[in-house]
């Protein structure tokens, strides 16, 4: 009975494996996040530097890769385009019973290693809310959650491939 061996190299396999689910190239090591500037025709301060920042955070706490402040072998850019809340639920007396607000994020995303992973695309989240109750009202409590699930949303379309 003949015995085969088989021989594999692994110079041309090149695995990468995380806990967060990004597989990142063994090539990538930086990454720069440009500032999202609020393009919204609502401008609410500070909400532009916390989506930032978070991406920034989540970024860092995900991957390895070094953050730099020049453009990096990934980067990422763009704006929030539409911040909004509008009536999703009329109530009898004619009123809103849930009003619905939302956030949209136009990014770009590029990759100088594996172009084919860029990307340009609008992410856009909601969180409804009681008609009763003022936009003012639940925005500090809203904003940071849909802005967290958007980063999560940038996040996996760019390292996760989804």
């Given at each position: 009975m003949p015995?085969?061996?088989l021989i594999f190299t692994a110079?041309?396999?090149k695995?990468?494996?995380?806990f967060s689910g990004a597989s990142i190239s063994p090539q990538i090591s930086t990454?720069?996040?440009?500032?999202f500037f609020n393009r919204a025709p609502l401008v609410i301060p500070g909400l532009d530097q916390y989506l930032t920042d978070a991406l920034i955070d989540k970024c860092r706490s995900q991957t390895n890769l070094e953050i730099v402040r020049d453009l990096g072998d990934v980067d990422f850019e763009g704006e929030i385009?539409?911040?909004?809340s509008?009536?999703?639920a009329v109530a009898a007396d004619a009123y809103a019973a849930m009003n619905r607000f939302t956030i949209t994020v136009r990014v770009k995303f590029t990759n100088t290693v594996e172009p084919h992973f860029s990307y340009e695309q609008s992410f856009s989240r909601y969180e409804d809310y009681d008609g009763t109750l003022d936009l003012s009202a639940v925005e500090q409590e809203l904003s940071p959650k849909i802005l967290d699930v958007?980063?999560?949303?940038m996040f996996n379309r760019a390292f996760v491939n989804w």
């Open positions: 015995v085969i061996f110079d041309s396999c695995i990468s494996y995380s990454l720069s996040v440009q500032r385009t539409d911040y909004r509008q009536p999703v958007i980063v999560e949303d």
